[in-house]
Each structure stands twice: as structure tokens, then as C-alpha cells.
């Protein structure tokens, strides 16, 4: 294992919250086949960097104005309740649909909270989605490639994984610099249900996800 230094593993963590922001802010519109997934997150991307280029100090002094423009996409952007489930893994089946629900809660505001920072924290210098895309296996299932560049030339590859819900394409789970932040999430759940002998209520009530140093420190290089 290479150990990264202290400022290298700073700058892969936020690029990791960049990587979630993008998810969700992408596929803002309804599937249309005359426009596939890649040109849909192409789209996202610059009606992102849009928004954002040009005020970023200004969001970093109004945060709460910059989460208030993340919040107000989730509904139409992110399957949250598939994400929960995924997270929640094998002790989704036994948890009410109360529980369900309120985690569901907690997650997405974790993460409103917490990637809403990263996009004013961290200086990128270009966001790139590759023109060599996969091709898709199902109709349903999609993933997108692309790469955040920081200033200092650091490349750090981010793929999305989509799913067609109805007739909407909604992101599911971003795999950045090698880090499957699904996973991650899920073994995190898992362990906080360990640690604290199956109590979803306080499993949820404490839930605060964060990438560990040893994580980033496996994660592909760039």
C-alpha cells in the first residue's frame, strides 16, 4: 500500500465530494432517447459549473443558500429511497417502515450538509466527461465516466451508476479515484449496526458517513 501525504488525502477527499455533487445535480430532465445518459450528465455539468463559477466565495459565506439549491433538485435527481435500501443492506428487510423512512431522512441531509461544502472547498480546474463511454448492458442500467481536475493537474475518475425509474434515469451510486462510496456506506451501516447491537434507532439518530484515511488511501491512483 503507497500512503499518500497528509495534503494529497485531503484533496482525494474532497474530490470524492465533488464527485457526489455533481450526482446530484445530474439528469435533471426526463429520459429521452433522442439524448442519452452521457449527454444528460454533460448538460448537468455545465448547468452546474454554471451556477457555481463566479460565486463560489459568495457560497462559501452563504452555505445555507448553496444547500438550499442542492435540496431543491434531490426530488427529481437521486433515488434516495433505492440508495437507503442499498446502504441499509441486509437490515433493510427487518427495519419498520418508519425506520426506512427516517433513514432515508437522515442520508439525504448528510449529505446536503456535507457535499454542499465540498463544492466551494475544492479548486478544480476542469470537470470532463469522457467521449469513450461504455457501452450499456441493460436498458435500464446505465454508468457515465468522467474526471475532476484539480488545479494542480491531479486527475481523479468519477463513474456514475444510474437506473431508469419510470421514465427518469436517476443516479444510484458514484464510484470515485476507485472508491465505491455505496459500499463504503453500506459497510459503514453495517459496523454502526454491530457496534451498537442492532438498534436501528440509535444507528440512525448517530449516523455521521465519512471516508476513512485507510479508504483513501486504497483508492485507485490518479
Not at 493537474?153 to 434515469?169: A, F, I, N, T
Not at 449516523?207 to 486504497?218: I, K, N, Q, R, T
Request: hydrophobic letters at 40%; charged letters at 25%.
Amino acid at each position: 500500500m503507497t500512503f499518500k501525504p497528509l495534503y494529497q488525502k485531503a484533496a482525494i477527499l474532497r474530490a470524492l465530494v465533488v464527485g457526489l455533487c455533481l450526482a446530484l445535480f445530474s439528469l435533471t430532465a426526463q429520459a429521452n432517447p433522442e439524448r442519452s445518459p452521457e449527454q444528460m450528465i454533460r448538460d448537468s455539468v455545465d448547468e452546474l459549473t454554471g451556477k457555481i463559477e463566479g460565486r463560489r466565495d459568495y457560497f462559501a459565506e452563504n452555505i445555507d443558500e448553496l444547500e438550499a439549491l442542492v435540496d431543491e433538485n434531490l426530488d427529481e435527481i437521486a433515488d434516495f429511497r433505492y440508495i437507503g435500501a442499498s446502504v441499509m443492506g441486509r437490515y433493510f428487510q427487518n427495519a419498520s417502515p418508519q425506520q426506512r423512512s427516517r433513514f432515508v431522512d437522515v442520508f439525504r441531509k448528510t449529505l446536503i450538509d456535507t457535499y454542499s461544502k465540498g463544492l466551494v472547498t475544492f479548486d478544480y480546474r476542469e470537470l470532463r466527461v469522457l467521449d469513450a463511454q461504455s457501452a450499456q448492458r441493460y436498458e435500464d442500467q446505465a454508468s457515465v465516466d468522467m474526471e475532476v481536475v484539480a488545479t494542480n493537474g491531479d486527475v481523479y475518475p468519477v463513474s456514475y451508476s444510474l437506473r431508469l425509474s419510470g421514465d427518469d434515469w436517476k443516479v444510484v451510486n458514484v464510484i470515485v479515484n476507485g472508491i465505491n462510496l455505496g459500499l463504503t456506506f453500506r459497510n459503514q451501516f453495517d459496523q454502526a449496526m454491530r457496534d451498537n447491537n442492532r438498534d436501528y434507532d440509535a444507528v440512525i439518530d448517530g449516523w455521521a458517513p465519512e471516508l476513512a484515511v485507510d479508504e483513501l488511501e486504497e483508492g485507485g491512483s490518479a
